[in-house]
């Protein structure tokens, strides 16, 4: 690894969490543009590590070795954490005390910016029908949900008390493709996942910020004006997937509760027999 500072890059060092993951490995490579050294961590394997990452696989759950993970950060784009409905005891380790860790050790090492990967999920029991927009009352779909308002909470706290900046991006479903009529409403294309991470990068002041992350789908149930100041514009749509499902409409069946909200099947997700 050749770590010596190049000159001209916007960043000296970006810590990426959840590098391993799904998005993670997207935004590994546009990472490289802006920052010297971009540290990657997991707590599964990351792969083969480029040029400009240095490497650290560590449980977010550990606080000494995320305090340690946040020295001589610039800005953070938050990514790990499980990301999906699970039991409440796995939840309450990534998703509450490691973020909580997180945070902690970003104040005392003044780390400027986290970007913080929220969810649809923090306000999925808003029916299909509603269109909501970054005022509209939290609404998690399940326990997964819950901890992306703990974190939106968090992050606001840290705002508050400690001048931490945040942006909390509500995304969709940032997959390769739409896997169902509900995500046609919902997708975001690594494209626009990128851009969205790079706008909230980029612009001067945030304070505490919250934007959701959709592309410029044809069915809508987000309303980003407020987060316009981003200045991030989607640049795909899942109109070039509506192909994949021609006989049925996202939310079609209104008595399904899978399709009445637009947490879609996240709404009957939890808790799960061994919360019990
Ligand atoms: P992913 O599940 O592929 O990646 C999450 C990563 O976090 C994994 O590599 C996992 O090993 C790591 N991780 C889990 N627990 C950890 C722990 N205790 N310590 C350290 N690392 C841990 O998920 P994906 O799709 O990449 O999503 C990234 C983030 O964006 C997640 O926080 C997710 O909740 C959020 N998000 C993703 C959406 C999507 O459509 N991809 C939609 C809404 C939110
Ligand atoms: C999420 O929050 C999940 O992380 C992701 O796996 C998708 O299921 C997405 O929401 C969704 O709502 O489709």
């Not at 997180?102 to 986290?114: E, I, N, W």
């Not at 969810?119 to 609404?139: Q, W």
Request: glycine share 8%; net charge negative; proline share 5%.
């Amino acid at each position: 690894m050749n770590h010596d500072v190049k000159p001209g890059k916007p960043f000296r060092r970006l810590l990426l969490t959840g590098a391993a993951g799904n998005l993670g490995r997207q935004l590994r490579g546009a990472l490289a543009a802006w920052a010297e050294v971009v540290r990657v961590s997991d707590i599964a394997p990351l792969g083969e590590l480029a040029e400009h990452e240095e490497g650290v696989v560590a449980d977010l759950a550990d606080r000494d070795a995320v305090y340690c993970m946040l020295e001589g950060v610039d800005a953070v784009i938050h990514l790990g954490g499980i990301s999906v409905e699970a039991p409440f005891d796995a939840l309450l380790e990534s998703n509450i005390r490691g973020l909580y860790n997180l945070y902690s050790a970003a104040q005392k090492h003044g780390v400027k910016r986290v970007l913080y990967a929220s969810s649809n999920h923090a306000v999925g029991f808003h029916p299909v029908t509603e269109v909501v927009d970054i005022d509209a009352p939290l609404r998690p779909d399940c326990l997964y949900g819950v901890t992306k308002c703990f974190g939106e909470a968090l992050s606001r706290y840290y705002y508050d008390r400690f001048g931490l900046e945040t942006v909390c991006l509500r995304i969709g479903s940032s997959f390769e493709a739409p896997k169902n009529p509900r995500m046609l409403a919902t997708y975001l294309s690594y494209r626009d996942f990128i851009e969205l991470v790079r706008c909230s990068l980029f612009t001067n002041r945030v304070g505490h910020a919250i934007v959701y992350g959709v592309s410029d789908n044809r069915v809508k149930w987000i309303d980003n004006t407020k987060a316009a100041f981003l200045g991030f514009r989607p640049r795909d749509s899942s109109i070039d997937f509506e192909h994949l499902f021609p006989a049925s409409a996202p939310g079609a069946d209104y008595a399904d509760p899978t399709q009445r909200f637009q947490g879609g099947p996240f709404v009957l997700a939890g808790p799960m027999e061994s919360d019990d």
